[in-house]
C-alpha cells in the first residue's frame, strides 16, 4: 500500500480511490480514536464503534484534502469529527427529554481526569473548549489532539510546528483554563 502522505496528496488532488484507501490504511487508529470517545461517552450514545468511525468518515470524506498534508493532521480532524458526531448525539438525546429531572454533576478534576458520566457533564466540556477556542486556539488545538485525538506530545508538536516544550505548557494552561471553568 502506498505511503499515506501521497495518498492525502491524490485525494487532495480529487483522487476519491486514494481517499478511501486513506481511510482502509488508517482504519485500526480510527477505531482506536473511536474506541476512546465511546469509553468517554459510556452509555449516551447509541452508536457502536465502528458506527462511530464511518458517521466520522462521512463529515471528513466532505472536507478538502489539501487540510490534510499527513497522517496526524488526518487523525487529529478526525478525532474532532468524532467529538461532533457525539456532541450532535448527545445534544439531540437531550432536546428529546428536555431537563427530565437529571442531577446535574460538578466535574473538580483536571481535564486529563475526566471521565464524563452524563450528556451534561459532555456538553459542559464542549463548551468550555469552545470558549478557550476562542481565547487561545492553539490551546484548543493541544486539547483536541492529546485529549480526543490521543496524539502523544511530539506528534502534536510536529503537526503545530512548535517544540515539545511548548505542547507541555499549552497542556498545562488548557487544564488550568478547563478546570476552572467547569468548576462554575
Not at 456538553?123 to 484548543?140: F, G, K, Y
Amino acid at each position: 500500500m502506498q505511503d499515506i502522505t501521497q495518498l492525502l496528496q491524490a485525494a487532495a488532488g480529487g483522487d476519491r480511490r486514494a481517499a478511501d484507501a486513506v481511510v482502509a490504511g488508517l482504519y485500526e487508529d480510527l477505531r482506536r480514536l473511536a474506541r476512546q470517545h465511546m469509553r468517554r461517552a459510556g452509555e449516551l450514545t447509541l452508536l457502536d464503534t465502528t458506527a462511530l468511525v464511518h458517521e466520522a468518515w462521512l463529515r471528513v470524506a466532505g472536507r478538502d484534502f489539501r487540510d490534510f498534508p499527513d497522517r496526524r493532521h488526518f487523525l487529529a480532524y478526525a478525532a474532532r469529527a468524532m467529538r461532533t458526531v457525539v456532541i450532535d448525539l448527545v445534544r439531540a438525546e437531550r432536546a428529546e427529554r428536555r431537563g427530565g429531572g437529571v442531577a446535574e454533576l460538578t466535574l473538580n478534576t483536571a481535564i486529563a481526569e475526566l471521565s464524563p458520566q452524563g450528556g451534561d457533564d459532555i456538553l459542559r466540556i464542549h463548551e468550555a473548549l469552545d470558549e478557550l477556542a476562542q481565547l487561545e486556539p492553539r490551546l484548543a488545538q493541544v486539547v483536541e489532539m492529546r485529549y480526543f485525538g490521543g496524539l502523544l506530545e511530539q506528534e502534536i508538536a510536529s503537526a503545530l510546528g512548535v517544540t515539545d516544550r511548548t505542547v507541555q505548557r499549552d497542556w498545562q494552561k488548557a487544564r488550568l483554563f478547563l478546570a476552572m471553568s467547569l468548576k462554575t
